[in-house]
């Protein structure tokens, strides 16, 4: 205002003034005027370039304020156990808009004393995929373990459900997940173990501390049993030190006390540590996973279980492409959901199908129990390279498949559950993953016998599948459940049995080996499996008698092809003869004993013969 004022003063002074008889007077009242006026004009131009810009800047909307605005229509609540008396949490709809009741609705029903619409509840959550981000956090934050836990085993749950899992502590200083790892096995009580635990705790403790000592500068002592685990360092050193300690440790959480000492030493953070550290080596994540399998068995664990995160990590593994990795994260979440499941999985008992919660019935199981030296998975693949057969899997699941079991049949019967059975056999005892574990098939058959019981098996129809050894355990399970009333159910709902290559009056193979050290010491089950076994030959009888007493449908499968053992031996492992039970059908395939339960593609014979088999003996018992 004041310069717009002197403007005026200046032209005023011009106006009234006599002519001067100077004329640079008057140029430079001119000059004057034009720099105060020029002066004007660029403070009014700034001045209204500032007011536009803050103007601007005062109508734009902030997107983080409403993504605020929007999250504060929840609190968050911290529960803990899965004990309903237990949980006092509840929610606060203050705020909420319209298009948030929804959530909050299922979160409210998720809680009800009706079992019913808890599951209602969790299904209509899982099949919910048009959510915002926010809306996937409000119910990983405010839900409870057993509706995180539904969630986890529902098919088409989303991952966002689930948050991260906490930040782990960290390591102590001058310290490696290697030495923790050590330690906490050190910590669990030594006393009152098996041979085969106390085995497997004095190894790792002894080879991990020579790791160690080799690491911090110290002399490495090659000989006694750490020359073979020594050459193995160069590949993966720290990863096979530790693999000695989980099986260790996998060992100790079958023991229900031992589980208690796992969780209150840590062990839930430092096995997750080690998963982490390990994306790259699935074996050592399969045994973390039946650690926290066993402990999931102990219900007093399940609160220590999900605060640590680990039902985000099963999650996603149950998500794998991978059969295997899958397998066990069903395992552990089934064995945490008490809502819809009452069966318990203990170690080695796998569900193939189904491994989410599903509103299909289910109306009779299905046992597979694989034979020496097989495994749950590998036995039952497609014939054909592993490697190979795991490419074209997840290309085209209907052809290729790396266990038939869990994508052919459970297909072609969905309302099967499908049981694989996992157990470690060896052909020789310098081969054998404890040396003091002489099993024999008596002693493993009432061990399967009772971890099957416990997942349920006798209360529904059961037809049995089994490949060679596999079988024999099969006969001395079911002769032993026939003398004992707890298992009576087991032999009330056994349909019928298939057997593969299963060498009931013997087979040759403890006469071979594949080299000296095989020949001078075959396994306990090796030479169970002798023709001139006692044992095999009074199994034999007492089977024959009991099957054609109970009136059991049996379907009996041979190769015609020898078999490689080795480089050195060529072996027809199971002959015609041995393979026939003496009821039943008997079938020869032309294939070898490796693949006589492994058919080349879906509709091979090996495999529709099978499942022809399945559904003409359970055929009542689907239609109820």
């Given at each position: 205002m004041s310069l717009a004022a002197y403007c005026v003063i200046c032209c005023r002074r011009l106006g009234t003034s006599t002519p001067s008889p100077k004329r640079h007077t008057y140029w430079r009242d001119i000059r004057n005027i034009i720099k105060f006026t020029g002066s004007l004009i660029l403070g009014g131009s700034l001045f209204l370039t500032y007011e536009i810009l803050a103007l601007k800047k005062s109508l734009t909307l902030d997107t983080q304020v409403v993504e605020t605005e929007k999250m504060k229509s929840y609190i968050y609540v911290h529960t803990a156990s899965?004990?309903?008396?237990?949980?006092?949490?509840?929610?606060?709809?203050?705020?909420?808009?319209?298009?948030?009741?929804?959530?909050?609705?299922?979160?409210?029903?998720?809680?009800?004393?009706?079992?019913?619409?808890?599951?209602?509840?969790?299904?209509?959550?899982?099949?919910?995929?048009?959510?915002?981000d926010y809306q996937y956090r409000t119910v990983a934050q405010a839900c409870d373990p057993r509706t995180l836990v539904g969630l986890a085993r529902s098919k088409d749950s989303d991952l966002r459900f689930f948050l991260p899992p906490p930040l782990l502590p960290p390591l102590k200083?001058?310290?490696?997940?290697?030495?923790?790892?050590?330690?906490?096995?050190?910590?669990?009580?030594?006393?009152?173990?098996?041979?085969?635990?106390?085995?497997?705790?004095?190894?790792?403790?002894?080879?991990?501390?020579?790791?160690?000592?080799?690491?911090?500068?110290?002399?490495?002592?090659?000989?006694?049993?750490?020359?073979p685990y020594a050459e193995s360092f160069g590949e993966v050193p720290s990863a096979t030190v530790e693999m000695f300690c989980l099986e260790a440790i996998v060992k100790h959480s079958e023991i229900s006390i031992h589980c208690d000492n796992i969780e209150a030493n840590g062990g839930l953070q430092l096995l997750q540590r080690l998963y982490q550290l390990h994306k790259d080596y699935p074996k050592v994540q399969r045994n973390i996973m039946r650690v926290i399998g066993n402990m999931a068995l102990n219900e007093h664990l399940h609160s220590a279980i999900v605060r640590s995160g680990w039902v985000s990590i099963m999650a996603e593994a149950l998500k794998s492409q991978h059969i295997m990795e899958a397998s066990h994260a069903?395992?552990?979440?089934?064995?945490?959901?008490?809502?819809?499941?009452?069966?318990?999985?203990?170690?080695?008992?796998?569900?193939l199908h189904p491994q989410h919660r599903t509103s299909q019935p289910i109306k009779a199981d299905v046992l597979f129990i694989h034979g020496l030296m097989g495994a749950a998975f590998k036995t039952w693949r497609q014939q054909d390279s592993e490697q190979v057969l795991t490419e074209k899997a997840l290309e085209d699941e209907d052809r290729y498949t790396t266990c038939w079991p869990k994508t052919w049949l459970a297909r072609d019967c969905p309302a099967l559950r499908i049981i694989s059975v996992e157990y470690d056999t060896s052909l020789s005892d310098w081969r054998a993953r404890c040396p003091m574990e002489r099993?024999?098939?008596?002693?493993?058959?009432?061990?399967?016998?009772?971890?099957?019981?416990?997942?349920?098996?006798?209360?529904?129809?059961?037809?049995?599948?089994?490949?060679?050894?596999?079988?024999?355990?099969?006969?001395?399970?079911?002769?032993?459940?026939?003398?004992?009333?707890?298992?009576?159910?087991?032999?009330?709902?056994?349909?019928?049995?298939?057997?593969y290559s299963v060498p009931h009056h013997g087979s040759r193979l403890a006469e071979y080996s594949v080299n000296i050290r095989y020949l001078l010491f075959p396994s306990l089950e090796v030479k169970e499996l002798s023709k001139d076994s006692p044992a095999l030959k009074a199994l034999q009888d007492d089977f024959l008698e009991f099957a054609k007493d109970k009136k059991l449908q049996v379907l009996n499968f041979v190769e015609t092809q020898p078999t490689y053992i080795g480089s050195m031996i060529k072996l027809h492992v199971v002959p015609e003869e041995s393979a026939d039970l003496g009821i039943g059908d008997l079938i020869p395939v032309d294939v070898n004993h490796l693949n006589i339960c492994k058919p080349k593609k879906k509709d091979a014979f090996l495999y529709q013969r099978t499942l022809q088999f399945i559904r003409e003996t359970l055929a009542k018992d689907l239609e109820n």
């Open positions: 899965l004990n309903r008396r237990e949980s006092h949490g509840t929610f606060s709809t203050v705020d909420v808009e319209d298009h948030e009741c929804a959530v909050w609705l299922l979160l409210r029903k998720s809680k009800s004393e009706d079992r019913t619409a808890r599951l209602e509840a969790v299904q209509e959550m899982a099949e919910a995929h048009q959510w915002h200083e001058d310290s490696s997940t290697e030495e923790e790892l050590r330690q906490l096995l050190a910590s669990l009580p030594q006393t009152e173990l098996d041979e085969c635990i106390q085995y497997f705790t004095s190894l790792a403790l002894s080879e991990s501390s020579q790791s160690l000592a080799a690491q911090k500068g110290g002399l490495w002592c090659f000989g006694g049993n750490g020359l069903a395992r552990t979440l089934a064995n945490l959901d008490r809502e819809t499941v009452q069966e318990k999985y203990q170690d080695g008992v796998y569900v099993k024999s098939i008596a002693f493993r058959s009432n061990e399967l016998l009772r971890k099957l019981r416990a997942a349920g098996v006798g209360d529904r129809p059961i037809i049995w599948i089994s490949h060679s050894m596999g079988g024999l355990l099969v006969k001395k399970m079911l002769l032993e459940a026939s003398k004992k009333p707890e298992m009576s159910t087991v032999i009330k709902n056994t349909r019928g049995i298939i057997f």
